[in-house]
DNA sequence: TTTTTATTCACCACTTTTCCCCACCTTGCA
DNA sequence: TGCAAGGTGGGGAAAAGTGGTGAATAAAAA
């Protein structure tokens, strides 16, 4: 599925371009929402489905199920793309993440991540650092 | 499997050709990621997406979980090669690694590691020099 | 209700990058 | 010494990405 990371740049209008590599697994629906770690998650519009669904039943009970929520759910947006490939990103989104012109997209299996470049680098050379203890767990879960 | 070590040139748009002995065991397509020690790790499609997907199936709630993936599945790329066996290395590859012209590729039994000359040599003869106690090391694995 | 202004969307055009193909060089082997 | 296979380099076509213009729609003001 999605793998890999591309810099793309968004212009005034608010749109970015989507890696080609990318848009060959979504059949023009895919829903965009504030992600985790100051990051935006895009989904196809199957994953979508059952995200949501499963969101939907966490137990209201919880406040950590409500606010989970409300991040993801009410967070969202479905986004269309032009003939060139772009979508556009809401302006509370590009707000959200930190946006500002220079833009990273990563590909994590079923999702793809848009980050902001500052804040990719800063998140990424903080993980690069680690690699070692990380490949360590990795083993302990039969990798 | 993939054993051996061979010496190539990466040209001016980064690509390198794979060892044509190691080509033989992969049918067209790989996955090239970070790896360890400041080398690239190149796994055949098979062995990748065991992988990839027991990594896109950890919780997206944890928080570690989000880290394992970014630097592994947004640090991969997958390869197609060309008429003449070349793979090319993305540029944020090539970065990582601190690739500039001659690359090392040896076979590690199911995947190939490719090395920057520079850091091949240290890293080897730092091996070397160790040897001793790194044997001593691997006996606790029960080699 | 009409006019003006602003915003969105679709389309077009340019630039850059990627991919594909061909040709050459080197090495090893017959 | 000739041939074949593996490796290296480059040029041209196609695709991908970026920026901009104008029409259509909506909103605001007169």
């Not at 990371?5 to 829903?31: C, L, M, S």
């Not at 998650?41 to 137990?59: D, N, R, V, Y």
């Not at 707000?95 to 902001?116: C, H, M």
Request: proline content about 2%.
């Amino acid at each position: 599925m999605f793998i890999g990371q591309y810099e793309h740049a968004i212009d005034e209008k608010g749109r970015v371009a989507v890696p080609a590599k990318f848009r060959k697994f979504i059949k023009n629906e895919a829903v965009i929402t504030k992600g985790l770690d100051g990051c935006l998650f895009l989904f196809t519009a199957e994953k979508w489905q059952k995200m949501a669904q499963s969101i939907g039943q966490l137990p209201v009970s919880k406040s950590s199920a409500r606010l989970y929520a409300r991040l993801i759910l009410a967070g969202a947006s479905d986004v269309e793309f032009d003939k060139q490939g772009r979508i556009i990103l809401p302006t509370y989104l590009r707000k959200y993440a930190g946006i500002k012109r220079q833009v990273i997209i990563t590909g994590l299996y079923d999702r793809i991540e848009i980050w902001d470049k500052k804040s990719w680098v800063k998140q990424i050379s903080q993980v690069e650092g680690e690699a070692g203890e990380i490949a360590e767990d990795l083993s302990e879960l039969g990798i």
